[in-house]
């Protein structure tokens, strides 16, 4: 139902308008279960679209580090921008409508690789397909955080191990179909072949949506506020989220994990390859090996957060991220690099099994889907910032020195959040 709150200002108040849908335990499983299944092809597509992928295509246009760097980052700043409004719009009009523009994304936008021959093109199709994650990340959230009650740390994590699971596969698919099409020095024509791959697995997202599209939530009314009425929510919530300092240095915290993440998603393939002197397919397999954590992880350590209280986690999660990603540079051994980032992973899913509930848990806008979308928005600063300020940074020194001024970030980021963030009373 829509609702009239303060200064005349419209809302599509989720916890209402999905009440009556998500009331019984029947549909809410039903409706978990179909976020799982959609996100899982389309986190398979996205995924293998980008690592090892990406970077290795962008250097065979004859990218630089810097230029690897914007080619990787740059789909995420479109996430910057944009996931805000996405939030804010599903919270108005329904997540169902939200849902299914950004699986026609997931779906077709791997297709128009086939066209890239230049550098700069790259980038702006990445930028496009940006829009993807930009749309579904805050909306699927919001739809949890709806849902949750006072699971949101264990909902967050297994829906988050979903979307890994397919990333899981994409590393490895993507590396072993590059090692296996084009050997040592693939051809442009070889990385079109595996994009068209991602475009087909995308489109299976779509498919699903359409297929499922009665367990998804929709707005409850089919007269949509005013235009007025749209942007006054969206400022409104925008500014209670940005002005709440604790809201910012907790979705903060997993923006700058995501430094490393980001960096580790652009350089590690190719400091696999060229310095560590091993295959692409070994960079799939790492990566593999890191979203295997994630996978099994992120619900446990979700349903710890909710008993046990999410700062301690957060706290231990960022230490574990930082001494890991400083170890990367020294290491050549496969057996070594597959153990750090065995501990990475466990770090990572720390963090992130815990910021996005208690985030939902802090916030003061009304309905999830802003407060996601600016969270997201955080987030994917760090993503891209990752690749692009570490490119930056290996044109100019080494990836030792590159790696440890990341890692001093960290420090001092976690160093904040424990100082300044306060537990609300009553929170997890």
């Not at 988050?160 to 596969?169: C, I, V």
């Not at 009425?229 to 979705?251: C, H, N, P, Y």
């Not at 994630?294 to 999410?310: A, E, N, Q, T, Y």
């Amino acid at each position: 139902m829509w609702i009239r709150r303060g200064r005349q200002s419209f809302i599509h108040d989720s916890a209402i308008s999905t009440g009556d849908f998500l009331s019984e335990p029947r549909t809410i499983r039903g409706t978990f279960v179909a976020l799982v299944l959609i996100g899982f092809f389309a986190r398979l597509s996205y995924g293998m679209a980008r690592t090892p992928l990406l970077a290795l295509f962008a250097r065979s246009l004859g990218a630089s580090s810097a230029a690897i760097g914007l080619a990787v980052g740059m789909s995420t700043v479109t996430g910057i921008f944009f996931k805000a409004p996405a939030g804010t719009l599903s919270d108005i009009y329904g997540r169902r409508a939200a849902l299914l523009a950004a699986t026609v994304i997931f779906g077709l936008t791997p297709f128009t690789y086939v066209l890239i021959n230049d550098y700069r093109l790259l980038v702006v199709i990445r930028f496009f397909h940006g829009f993807a994650t930009a749309i579904y990340g805050p909306v699927a959230m919001a739809v949890i955080m709806d849902i949750a009650g006072e699971k949101k740390g264990e909902l967050v994590g297994t829906y988050s191990s979903a979307g890994m699971l397919g990333g899981l596969l994409a590393a490895p698919l993507g590396g072993g179909l590059l090692r296996l099409l084009g050997g040592d020095d693939p051809s442009l024509a070889v990385f079109k072949q595996i994009y068209l791959i991602t475009g087909v697995l995308g489109s299976l997202s779509l498919g699903l949506v359409l297929l499922l599209w009665g367990r998804l939530p929709s707005r409850a009314s089919p007269e949509p506020p005013t235009l007025m009425g749209v942007m006054r929510k969206f400022r409104e919530d925008v500014w209670a989220v940005v002005t709440d300092t604790q809201v910012l240095l907790i979705s903060s915290m997993e923006g700058v994990q995501n430094l490393t993440v980001g960096a580790l998603e652009a350089f590690l393939p190719v400091y696999v390859t060229v310095t560590a002197g091993l295959t692409s397919f070994h960079a799939g397999v790492l990566w593999g090996v890191q979203l295997v954590v994630l996978i099994f992880l992120k619900p446990v350590m979700g349903r710890v957060s909710d008993r046990s209280g999410r700062k301690p986690m957060i706290t231990a999660g960022m230490i574990i991220c930082l001494v890991t990603f400083i170890l990367y540079p020294l290491t050549r051994d496969f057996v070594l690099l597959c153990g750090l980032t065995l501990v990475f992973g466990l770090g990572e899913s720390m963090v992130t099994s815990s910021t996005a509930a208690m985030v939902a848990e802090q916030t003061r806008a009304r309905g999830f889907g802003t407060s996601m979308g600016v969270f997201g928005s955080l987030w994917d600063v760090g993503h891209a910032s990752g690749p692009i300020l570490t490119g930056l940074l290996l044109s100019r020194l080494d990836y030792v020195p590159a790696f440890g001024m990341i890692s001093l970030i960290l420090l001092a980021a976690t160093a904040l959040f424990q100082l300044f963030v306060k537990t609300p009373p009553g929170a997890a």
